[in-house]
């Protein structure tokens, strides 16, 4: 349960927080929507009784008591260590899928101290094959997916020693990263068999190309977070992992996975983000002598009211590390910017947001250029 939320791709971990407010709770509970899960995790946060939940959503209490199982070992991971926690506790947390990030915020620690520190005691997922036979025969599809099952159980990967490429698919889709990367990605998998290589393939979308059974030599269906990709590196240990071509998703993971010893080929990731941080970006063009519309970078509200002052109305405003228009507005006066800085980001030092002049009647045009190893374009 825990492993599709962080799969659906939303800036969740598991069952992140929404709400306290009682009244704004209640409300959302009583109407089906997109983030009503959330709702019910908070409500049993906030003390509210099955009974009670079930009176508000109509869930079937089945399900409610799972949820409210993972809520209260969240609030009892509040008040421990990770230095407390054992192999056999760990083991146990994993298993009911919480995140080493959900960890972490829990345990107010880092993921990198949660993932040494399941390391340390040897708490590794292994990887099954989906069945495909009906258990009626062994399967011979190479489909598959992880599993903290007890100490010592059975991987079936069965990794080669041949030389491999990993590429990393798009996750789901959405406007801006849809079936267009998932196409880049199919190819990169064909041209990387045809030259010999053995073929990986990630992603956790079964509606696309990249995850049919015979695209790839290995299909591992899990979400495209650094710790899933990580732990499949290192069962896999491949030659290459190509991150270019699932879109946004995996261009997010790049230096996280480079700082990791992982070896992206292609486009580097310091390319990557040179062309993904603005303030980077920007720096480039006025190197090159380029033009481009004034713009620039805020990491709080009153930042961003301020530099949208200097640079005049309207603008276009936009998230860091973003395809395809996703959260993305125009604004023409100050209230739309501070409406939109309240209910359409989470602005912060890391998540900066973009300040553009918006180009009245202007005609966009897009270039494409392929350069080779050799400087060629």
């Known amino acids: 349960f825990q492993k599709a939320l962080r799969g659906l791709e939303v800036g969740v971990d598991g069952m992140n927080e929404k709400t306290q407010d009682r009244e704004v709770l209640e409300k959302e509970l009583g109407a089906p929507g997109p983030d009503r899960?959330?709702?019910?995790?908070?409500?049993?946060a906030l003390g509210m009784s099955v009974d009670e939940v079930f009176a508000l959503t109509k869930i079937d209490p089945w399900f409610l008591v799972q949820i409210e199982q993972i809520?209260?070992?969240?609030?009892?991971?509040?008040?421990?260590?990770?230095?407390?926690?054992?192999?056999?506790?760990?083991?146990?947390?994993?298993?009911?899928?919480?995140s080493d990030r959900r960890l972490a915020k829990q345990l107010k620690t880092t993921d990198t101290a949660v993932r040494e520190r399941r390391r340390k005691l040897d708490v590794r997922p292994v990887y099954k094959r989906v069945d495909t036979c009906a258990a009626e025969f062994e399967t011979n599809t190479a489909y598959m997916?992880?599993?903290?099952?007890?100490?010592?159980?059975?991987?079936?990967?069965?990794?080669?020693?041949?030389?491999?490429?990993?590429?990393?698919?798009?996750?789901?889709?959405?406007?801006?990263?849809?079936?267009?990367?998932?196409?880049?990605?199919?190819?990169?998998?064909?041209?990387?068999?045809?030259?010999?290589y053995e073929t990986i393939m990630v992603n956790c979308n079964p509606e696309t190309v990249s995850t049919d059974y015979d695209t790839s030599d290995r299909l591992y269906f899990e979400p495209l977070t650094l710790e899933d990709v990580l732990e499949i590196v290192d069962k896999e240990k491949?030659?290459?992992?190509?991150?270019?071509?699932?879109g946004q998703t995996p261009l997010k993971l790049a230096l996280d996975l480079e700082a990791n010893g992982v070896p992206i080929i292609g486009t580097s990731p310091d390319m990557i983000d040179a062309a993904e941080d603005r303030e980077r970006f920007q720096k480039l063009l006025h190197a090159l002598d380029l033009?481009?519309?004034?713009?620039?970078?805020?990491?709080?509200?009153?930042?961003?009211?301020?530099?949208?002052?200097a640079l005049g109305y309207p603008l276009v405003v936009r998230p860091s590390y973003v395809l395809g228009g996703r959260a993305m507005e125009i604004v023409h006066e100050q209230r739309d910017l501070e409406r939109y800085m309240r209910e359409a980001v989470k602005v912060s030092h890391d998540s900066p947001v973009l300040l553009d002049r918006f180009l009245n009647d202007a005609i966009e045009c897009d270039v494409d250029c392929i350069r080779d190893a050799d400087g060629k374009t």
Not at 72 to 90: H, M, N, Y
Request: contains cysteine.
């Open 238 to 246: 491949p030659f290459g992992v190509i991150v270019q071509y699932g």
């Open 37 to 44: 899960i959330w709702y019910v995790g908070d409500a049993f």
């Open 71 to 98: 809520v209260k070992i969240e609030l009892e991971l509040e008040t421990t260590t990770l230095e407390a926690l054992d192999a056999v506790t760990l083991r146990a947390l994993k298993q009911k899928g919480f």
């Open 291 to 309: 033009r481009q519309p004034p713009n620039a970078t805020a990491r709080t509200e009153p930042e961003a009211l301020e530099k949208a002052a």
């Open 145 to 196: 997916y992880s599993t903290y099952e007890a100490e010592g159980s059975e991987c079936e990967a069965a990794p080669t020693d041949k030389k491999k490429i990993m590429v990393l698919g798009g996750g789901p889709n959405r406007i801006g990263q849809g079936i267009e990367f998932d196409y880049c990605c199919v190819h990169a998998a064909l041209a990387m068999r045809e030259d010999g």
